[in-house]
């Protein structure tokens, strides 16, 4: 007898319909699984036995084929271990069904038939929804993220036997039901505030610069100067993510298996800071089973990369094209997969190798030779991609001493927020949301300088030996310092604080 139960897999952030056939015939007892499984699918044969044996059912002495359609795509994971065992009782006369065409069932089963959750569940569900499915069965630990997508029914099981009864009619399973946009509102607090941050005014102008256009930005100073703690708490003043936007990244880290047990949903920017000694693979994510790097799961938030010149060159020199392209493409023999990654990178290093050149408190103890080498690990082609570059001073003992209190994050935010708006607004109807990314045509329109403005710029671009990228990036950061000052045109003073934020074509920060 022949039964079909559907299912899901995962190609990059997005999924497709998979199709498990179960075959039963009368012949010398075998269990074989075609469609292209991978060793997790495979051995699913040996947890279904003993699941359905541990239920109180029997498995089939017969000839057991399943077919993964499509069969050209590789099924990865243990996820089909509910939908083979379901599509094998009910070809098998075990389990009486009329209704299953309606669902997609996922989960990976335990040898005494309880349901463990599985990883990538959100896209998967998105993908049912759009292609028809109405309801889903799937382990109970994954029911709330599931349920974010309202318009599907989604049933949370605990064991096979709770899925047995259900689908049979003799014990409806509670329906999970998540209000998405209520979830999102609430939010959580951002546990780091810029309030916490003695004196460094300079540098939370610049950072409010860099989170108000969406600008990367690179950090030098000496040991204990402060940079990792401001880089910890620009997620907190930067706009307010659209629900889009927290769907997306929730179905990244769902994929990734980095979604926090008991959160159906990530409502805050990510903040990613990857150890110097990740691989290029961990940055940009692949692997034999491709999945989401850091730049991924860094997605609508930041990057953070402290100590940028003891990472490998050849992991810094993947985000090359990251930074300009928003996304990154990952090609192995069994596909071609694409992930998102629109963050922004914060860098942090020290000057020099022992960290206090041009530090007034300390000498440094390198030589010219020891420094240039320290500063041509990071290549001028990726600093040239940053495009504000900020020396960081040692914090005076006044300034720790003292007990006035800065701004907080929510002040910066919304000053933040007001200057995003007026970018949206300016590029309504284009693929642009902040002026980071501005294109040629638009800079051409929204980017000219007065004529004190343009004055100031030339004699920068000459004496500073700018490239054209750095004179494009210095027009952006104008663009955004007029933006928060609530000024439609880019004037003189615009542009000199935006040179100040920019780095002699020297390969020599600070």
């Known amino acids: 007898m022949l039964a079909k139960i559907n299912s899901s897999a995962l190609c990059g952030i997005n999924g497709f319909i998979v199709e498990v056939e179960a075959d039963i015939s009368n012949a010398l007892p075998a269990f074989d699984i075609v469609g292209l499984p991978d060793a997790a699918v495979k051995e699913s044969k040996e947890r279904i036995r003993s699941a359905i044996k ?75 929804y759009q292609n028809g499915f109405k309801k889903v069965i799937l382990p109970f630990e994954n029911a709330r993220e599931a349920a974010i997508i309202d318009s599907m029914e989604v049933y949370g099981a605990k064991t096979l036997l709770e899925v047995i009864k259900h689908i ?15 979830l999102f509102s609430r939010g959580d607090e951002y546990p780091f505030d810029f309030a916490d941050v003695k004196g460094q005014e300079s540098i939370k102008r610049a950072l409010e610069i860099a989170a108000a256009g969406g600008h990367n930005i690179a950090m030098s100073g000496p040991p204990g100067s402060g940079k990792t703690m ?65 730049v991924s799961l860094a997605h609508n938030g930041v990057l953070f990369l402290d100590e940028l010149p003891e990472f490998r060159r050849d992991a810094l020199e993947i985000l090359r094209q990251p930074l300009e392209d928003r996304e990154i493409t990952i090609t192995r023999a069994g596909g071609t997969y694409t992930y998102p990654c629109n963050f922004m990178l914060i860098a942090s ?47 005076t003992f006044e300034e720790l001493e003292g007990r006035k209190t800065g701004e907080t994050s929510a002040q910066i935010r919304n000053r933040v927020n ?65 933006d928060l000052a609530g000024c439609e045109d880019i004037k003189a003073e615009h542009i000199s604080e935006a040179i100040q934020y920019r780095t002699p074509e020297n390969n020599k920060p600070f």
């Open 418 to 482: 007001k200057a995003r708006k007026i970018q949206l607004e300016r590029y309504k109807g284009t693929n642009i949301y902040s002026n980071s990314r501005l294109t040629p045509e638009l800079m051409e329109k929204y980017c000219i300088p007065d004529a004190a403005g343009s004055k100031i710029l030339k004699f920068a671009f000459e004496s500073m030996g700018l490239s054209g990228r750095a004179y494009n990036r210095i027009l952006k950061v104008s663009r955004t310092i007029a």
């Open 230 to 294: 401001l880089a910890k708490r620009v997620p907190g003043i930067l706009p307010d993510m659209s629900f889009d936007e927290a769907l997306e990244v929730t179905k990244i880290h769902s994929i990734s298996g980095a979604l926090p047990e008991n959160v159906p949903m990530i409502t805050n920017r990510p903040f990613r800071s990857p150890h110097h000694t990740v691989s290029s693979v961990g940055l940009s994510g692949g692997g034999t089973n491709p999945r989401p790097g850091e």
């Open 54 to 128: 541990n239920t109180g059912l029997s498995m089939p002495a017969k000839k057991i084929i399943i077919n993964l359609a499509p069969a050209s795509v590789k099924k990865v994971g243990a996820l089909y271990d509910l939908p083979i065992s379901a599509a094998i009782l009910i070809a098998s006369d075990q389990l009486k069904a009329s209704d299953t065409n309606e669902y997609i069932f996922l989960g990976e089963l335990a040898l005494d038939g309880t349901l463990r959750p599985v990883h990538g569940v959100l896209p998967m569900v998105i993908s049912a």
């Open 349 to 395: 290093y020290n000057p020099c190798p022992c960290g206090y050149l041009g530090d007034p408190n300390h000498t440094c103890v390198c030589t010219d030779s020891q420094i240039a080498k320290y500063m041509n690990r990071i290549s001028g082609p990726l600093l040239d991609r940053i495009d504000i570059q900020v020396q960081v001073p040692a914090v």
């Open 168 to 182: 049979s009619g003799e014990e409806i399973l509670p329906k999970t039901n998540v209000c998405a946009a209520e």
